[in-house]
């Protein structure tokens, strides 16, 4: 609608009349959306949001609004920030800490000369996470830098399965992102879902899945929908964002996400949707709204 409004070419050739009625059912839209947001979210959708994405917004303010739109999680965010989110009836859908001095994207659990760091770093933020009602820690595969497919297969099991037990016993899930290597990460190893999936089997715990994110993997893979209904027990969180551009999820890019969201919701998911799209628009929590509404079936 925003498109239509937009295009005056095609305004003028209908006439002011029918521009009136288009402005007219705009509006109707955005009251709707605002009553929604003030009435309660359906409940079928646990919303969260990644903090980088609003880093330009203090931390409480952002905690504020977030209770204000409905949301349950402010993610990607760390033992020194959950206190302030527990003060505001929130909690971090995914959590993370500060990696060890060179550890981070790039160099991960795919390379074994990490694994000692890695494990130690965990087996500190599993506890402290579990203690804080953090059910969900993040982590990643790292950089192929020439590494097969198959080695970083055996390199990570070979890391992830020094920290399951540790895991297990706090009943907190170590989940891997599946990120693109196509325009954000290049290099990076864990790029389809079906590496995922197969690293997931060989470490052989329900405390390793994988962080499905959606703008990435329609990226690499598309198919989004059909893989997410083949492979959704692997799957322990989602992330959103926009095709192309990574910014809102609305009706200027190429995803469905009422239909994505319905497909997530009809396996059974009971976890958390976090908005990982970068407002474009001046108004970062507005379009937050937004976003949790598009994806509130």
């Known amino acids: 609608m925003e498109k239509s409004i937009s295009r005056r070419t095609a305004l003028q050739s209908v006439g002011l009349a029918t521009a009136t009625m ?3 059912s705009l509006n109707n839209r955005i009251e709707a959306a605002d009553n929604q947001i003030g009435s309660g979210l359906k409940g079928r959708i646990n919303h969260s949001a990644c903090r980088w994405c609003y880093s330009t917004i203090p931390f409480e303010d952002l905690c504020k609004a977030a209770k204000e739109i409905g949301m349950q999680s402010i993610e990607l965010t760390g033992p020194a920030e959950w ?15 500060e990696y060890p001095k060179g550890m981070g994207l790039p160099n991960f659990f795919n390379k074994v000369q990490n694994h000692d760091q890695l494990v130690a770093f965990y087996e500190d933020l599993i506890p402290k996470a579990a203690k804080a009602g953090v059910n969900n820690v993040i982590c990643f595969s790292g950089n192929r830098e020439g590494i097969s497919d ?3 297969l055996i390199n990570c099991k070979k890391g992830l399965q020094r920290i399951m037990k540790t895991a297990e016993k706090h009943n907190v899930t170590v989940s891997m992102e599946l990120l693109n290597s196509k325009v954000n990460h290049k290099d990076y190893q864990c790029d389809h879902t079906e590496w995922g999936v ?3 089997e060989m470490v052989g715990s329900e405390k390793f899945k994988l962080l499905y994110d959606i703008y990435h993997m329609q990226i690499m893979e598309g198919d989004v ?6 492979y959704y027990q692997y799957i322990s969180h989602y992330h959103t964002g926009g095709v192309p551009g990574r910014n809102e999820i609305d009706d200027t890019q190429e995803l469905n996400y009422p239909a994505i969201m319905k497909a997530i919701v009809d396996t059974g998911y009971k976890g958390f949707v976090g908005q990982e799209f970068i407002p474009a628009k001046p108004d970062k929590l507005a379009s937050l709204k937004q976003g949790i509404l598009i994806c509130d079936i």
């Open 22 to 24: 288009l402005t007219s």
């Open 83 to 97: 206190e302030t989110l527990k003060k505001y009836g929130l909690t971090s859908g995914m959590g993370w800490g």
């Open 150 to 152: 198959e080695q970083g």
């Open 198 to 200: 197969a690293l997931c």
């Open 225 to 230: 929908i059909a893989t997410i209904k083949k």
